[in-house]
């Protein structure tokens, strides 16, 4: 198990671009997270799937931002008409859930967004 | 909205002596998990330790320990015998029962002396 990966490490586009991130989870894991770490601030959660199905959706997430996990394996986070606002690290995480508490989060290593 | 706060940004510590991180958090659950996350520089988040609201008994892990308070909503992080590779951001952090999403404080940067 090679843990949860994450593609690009980092990415710097211009203004205004469209930008994709890929999560690949361990593969056992049905849950995906997305969160959104700004620099000195903690990640911020922004969706989660659970298998293919997109469960919630924070606010954060406005609609110039998807997220896909079309077979309930890897995800997709794209940003259209990004802003210099959406400089940031974005973190994945997988995990089990089996319908109990114990739900432990595995993290990716981020993809970092520059937007110049 | 529900808050976990980190009053100490930075906090320093000789190695092999023992430094604590606090913690405190808003909710109105009676169920939830608390969990201390570590993140080394340029390397991936990783769970250090956690604490199930419902249990009365500190959790403990190796050389890491909790002081869970419930009446009070705090939840500290007690470091002992501290190594070099604990240098992190130290991250306090709640979450659901059922652990949907996680909700960070903003971090503690802890340095280790040699």
């Known amino acids: 198990d090679t843990g949860v990966s994450q593609n690009p490490r980092h990415k710097i586009t211009k203004r205004g671009q469209n930008v994709t991130f890929r999560c690949d989870p361990i593969?056992?894991?049905?849950?995906l997270y997305w969160y959104r770490q700004t620099l000195g601030q903690g990640p911020e959660f922004l969706t989660y799937?659970?298998?293919?199905?997109?469960?919630?959706k924070s606010r954060l997430l406005s609609d110039r931002f998807s997220a896909e996990r079309p077979k309930g394996s890897f995800s997709t986070l794209e940003i259209q008409r990004t802003e210099q606002g959406d400089s940031a690290m974005y973190l994945c995480?997988?995990?089990?859930?089996?319908?109990?508490?114990?739900?432990?989060?595995?993290f990716g290593p981020g993809t970092r967004l520059t937007v110049t | 909205a529900q808050t976990v706060t980190q009053s100490q940004p930075e906090m320093s510590v000789q190695e092999a002596e023992t430094v604590t991180l606090s913690c405190t958090y808003d909710?109105?659950?009676?169920?939830?998990?608390l969990f201390w996350y570590k993140q080394p520089p340029s390397r991936q988040m990783i769970l250090v330790i956690r604490?199930?609201?419902?249990?009365?008994q500190n959790a403990t892990e190796n050389r890491f320990s909790v002081n869970f308070q419930k009446a009070a909503k705090s939840f500290s992080l007690k470091i002992s015998d501290s190594q070099l590779g604990d240098a992190a951001m130290y991250f306090c952090?709640?979450?659901?029962?059922?652990?949907?999403?996680?909700?960070f404080g903003t971090g503690t940067r802890l340095t280790i002396i040699p």
């Open positions: 604490q199930e609201a419902y249990k009365q």
């Open positions: 593969s056992e894991h049905n849950r």
């Open positions: 952090v709640k979450a659901n029962f059922g652990n949907e999403k996680l909700t």
């Open positions: 995480a997988s995990s089990h859930w089996a319908g109990g508490p114990r739900n432990e989060q595995y």
């Open positions: 909710t109105s659950e009676s169920d939830y998990y």
């Open positions: 799937f659970q298998n293919e199905a997109q469960l919630e």
